[in-house]
């Protein structure tokens, strides 16, 4: 037994020093050059320096809720008709919805930007048929769009996974005690899909919030999220301490909401009246 | 007696049938010429049934015969492909579940996990917008029925699988239904939990006067607690009776072989209370066949009694015994046929015996499509009871 301890103990060394170099390490060097000036001395100058960044945070967070809410409102519908369909039909919708996701992130964001650019496919069709250009790339709607369609699958995967497993006799059971088709879906079938929609959230907020990449090419350099301050802070090593608190933040930003959206699950229990 | 039993059971019928008053005031469900096929094979082959107002009706039958298909059309979760069905003289056919007078109780509980015993209970009388203290009133009394008082708040899967069963009787008993659909409602339960669950149901199903369809493939089951058992293969009804006449007058081969033990023989009925098998001219006292009509003998273990060898209408040397308790079972080679007895008495295995069959023992049935697929016992298992027919589990 305890041989096996040890050897239980081996196997994890080298997770253990991935993490340590690639996970913990980093993370010290962001909270010391948190608290800490651009001559290495002690300060919690950057700290108070954050409430010039609070629209950022403010943009970001809103820009990451709607993307959020919207992928949810079109993705919990699709979960629940893929998981309606049937073999090569399923297999067939799934492909679909994968398929952008086999492709990198930046190459689908770039691609998503000349399709929609002044110059691009979209616009160049509404123009030929004499309807006039519109403008998306270099506005809020752009990077929500962009949100949106990067995120996606991460939204209608895990409550797929959900639905599949959800046992038709629920269905049938919550039918014969009185449900209508949407009464069924509001009593039954949303709240035991429930913990994928967590998932789903947190899946979509998550990389929404600290995204820099979509807001530069569908903004157009015009609208500043979190991610793109920090990133261009970090050019710079005379602010390397600002972004680190920024990104320090943003952390804990981000484990409050995972935090908020488990506790979501841990309590589906109903109490008597 | 068996000819005074079979007549009155046909003229039940007879009345039955022919007045309009009683078709139309106690038939709370009526299945006419019900067909269903799933993937092109014919699960249902015109079905006609009819049950009675608080009647406790068993659906019995191997997988794959239809039984469930049958229950889940009355549910509203499948839809006929041709016939008419009729709850309380309203054609349903079109009706979904959730707007007919019918609960279930499904062969999984189905129990909502997100729920707790309260609310899985309460469920159907939330969504009728019910008053808040008749909810209560109504769970506490339901629990009470089912006798799991103060379970209130527990969660649903903290409870023994009898426990879980109980709530959704409670769940479904809750919402008044008409009919109550049981869907092989103690399949999961072990044995002595089984028999207790079957007392009870029996109970709470005189106590609330509800019309009980219970579908099994335990044909001991469908025997202790049915009023009346409906007993199919292959998507047709082989037979609809009380249990005593559906045990003691099998109409065909495969009902006297599902339904207990049973020696099935081929037979000539030589004459009205004359037939003749395994060589032998026998006295019965079946009527109404052709002059020399072949047709298949029925005789129960315990109908047949062991005599002195030359007393013996036949005789055959013992092949196996096996002791079961409050009697033995005997396996008699009589001429290369292999009769099963039940006796009080041990017979050493390689003796000769003679048996003797009364006339009131011998039971006659037409030939049927199962005629010489039940034979004797020289294979003996209990193969009807596990074989498993994939086309149900399709079709769950």
Known sequence: ?273 | MVIESRNTCFFAIFLFERSPFSKEMENIIELKGVSKFFDGECILDGIDLSIRDKEFVTLLGPSGCGKTTTLRIIGGFETPDRGELFIDGQSVKNTPPNQRPVNTVFQKYALFPHLNVFENVAFGLRLAGAPKDEIVRSVTEMLALVKLKGFERRTVTSLSGGQQQRVAIARALINHPRVLLLDEPLGALDLKLRKDMQNELKKIQRQTGITFIYVTHDQEEALSMSDTVVVMANGKIQQIGSPVDIYNEPENAFVADFIGESNILDGIMVSDGKVKFSGRLFDCVDSGFAPNEPVDIVVRPEDVDVVKLDDGMLTGTVSSVTFKGDYYEIIVDVGGFKWMLETSDYEAPETRIGLKIEPEAIHVMKKSEFSGQFGDYSSFSDEMDHMSDPTEEEAE
């Open chain 1, 1 to 273: 037994m305890k041989g096996r301890t040890a050897f239980q103990k081996l196997a994890a060394v080298p997770h253990i020093v991935w993490t340590v170099m690639f996970i913990v390490a980093p993370m010290l060097f962001v909270l010391y050059f948190a608290l800490t000036d651009a001559d290495g001395r002690f300060s919690f100058a950057n700290i108070t320096s954050l409430s010039q960044y609070t629209n950022v945070f403010i943009l970001s967070i809103a820009f990451a809720l709607i993307a959020t809410v919207i992928c949810l409102l079109i993705g919990y519908p699709l979960a629940y008709y893929m998981a309606q369909q049937k073999g090569r039909t399923q297999k067939l919708l799934m492909v679909l919805l994968m398929l952008p996701m086999w492709c990198n992130l930046l190459i689908r964001t770039y691609a998503l930007m000349t399709l929609l650019d002044n110059g691009g496919l979209l616009n160049s069709l509404l123009d030929s048929l004499g309807l006039g250009k519109i403008t998306i790339v270099g506005t809020d709607f752009g990077v929500i769009l962009g949100m949106i369609y990067d995120f996606l699958p991460y939204m209608v995967l895990p409550i797929f996974t959900a639905m599949t497993k959800l046992d038709k006799q629920y269905i049938e059971a919550a039918h014969d005690l009185g449900c209508s088709h949407l009464q069924t879906m509001t009593r039954v079938v949303i709240p035991l899909t429930l913990s994928g929609v967590v998932s789903g959230v947190t899946m979509v907020f998550v990389p929404s919030i600290s995204t820099f990449y979509i807001s530069q090419k569908l903004g157009a350099g015009k609208i500043d999220l979190v991610g793109d301050t920090i990133e261009r802070l970090f050019q710079n090593p005379s602010t390397y301490n600002v972004g680190a608190v920024i990104s320090l933040v943003m952390m804990i930003l981000i484990i409050i909401s995972v935090q908020v959206m488990n506790r979501f699950t841990d309590d589906e229990k109903r109490v008597m009246p």
